[in-house]
């Protein structure tokens, strides 16, 4: 079947620009993570979506990062004046239920790259 | 707060000989710890996870872990190793406060020689 799928799978963009990253996550699942591979890195944590219950928006980095996910459906990442240092892989993940020993499905990513 | 040290950024074996990737973790209470590994240019990709059932946990493509709460440890291991095998791996554990975070490890890039 489909797994996670993410666009575009990479972006180019100029400092100041607003950027918008795009997941389509696994029919039926209810949970979705976004995550940050910088280079070199493991992946931090973002923000996480579960259902209609209001996100957990504890990893996101600063007020320019922003996401929004329409019921258990596609998820839009935005990232407002874009800086070099938010030049990385986002990656999006999503799972079937929220329990700690669940597996997350990842999509191939988005690199970003700001100029 | 939970975290996972990989010990080594790079390890390097011969195609056929065992693979060691090394993993440490701290959490104050039992945790669940997980290995991914992410080929190039693909999705990162579950390989084997420790759920406080069996202490050896059995993964795909051969690969084995053994949680060790005396030496807080979750090791990734392969008695033989195959050339599709060189990737980056990454050990991660759970952080269970309401959601699955997961918390990621900065990873461990095998290389596989002939």
């Known amino acids: 079947g489909a797994g996670v799928s993410q666009s575009p799978s990479n972006k180019v963009t100029e400092k100041g620009k607003d950027v918008e990253l795009r997941c389509d996550p696994i029919s039926g699942h209810t949970a979705l993570y976004w995550y940050r591979q910088r280079l070199g890195q493991g992946l931090e944590f973002l923000i996480y979506f579960q259902g209609n219950s209001a996100p957990d928006k504890s990893g996101l980095p600063s007020d320019r990062f922003s996401a929004e996910r329409t019921g258990e459906s596609v998820s839009t990442l935005t990232i407002q004046r874009t800086q070099q240092e938010d030049s990385a892989v986002y990656l999006c993940?999503?799972?079937?239920?929220?329990?700690?020993?669940?597996?997350?499905?990842f999509g191939p990513g988005t690199r970003l790259t700001v100029l | 707060a939970q975290s996972v040290t990989q010990l080594d950024s790079h390890v390097s074996v011969s195609e056929g000989t065992p693979v060691l990737l090394r993993c440490n973790y701290s959490?104050?209470?039992?945790?669940?710890l997980f290995w991914y590994v992410q080929h190039p240019n693909k999705g990162l990709q579950l390989l084997l996870k420790?759920?406080?059932?069996?202490?050896l946990v059995k993964g795909i493509n051969g690969f084995e872990a053994e949680f060790k709460k005396s030496e807080t440890s979750f090791h990734l291991t392969k008695p033989s190793a195959h050339m599709s095998d060189a990737a980056e791996y990454f050990c991660v554990v759970s952080d269970t406060t309401g959601f699955q975070k997961l918390v990621f490890g900065t990873g461990t890039r095998l290389l596989v020689s002939p």
């Open positions: 993940a999503s799972g079937a239920r929220d329990s700690s020993t669940d597996t997350q499905y």
């Open positions: 420790y759920t406080s059932a069996a202490t």
């Open positions: 959490s104050s209470y039992s945790p669940s």
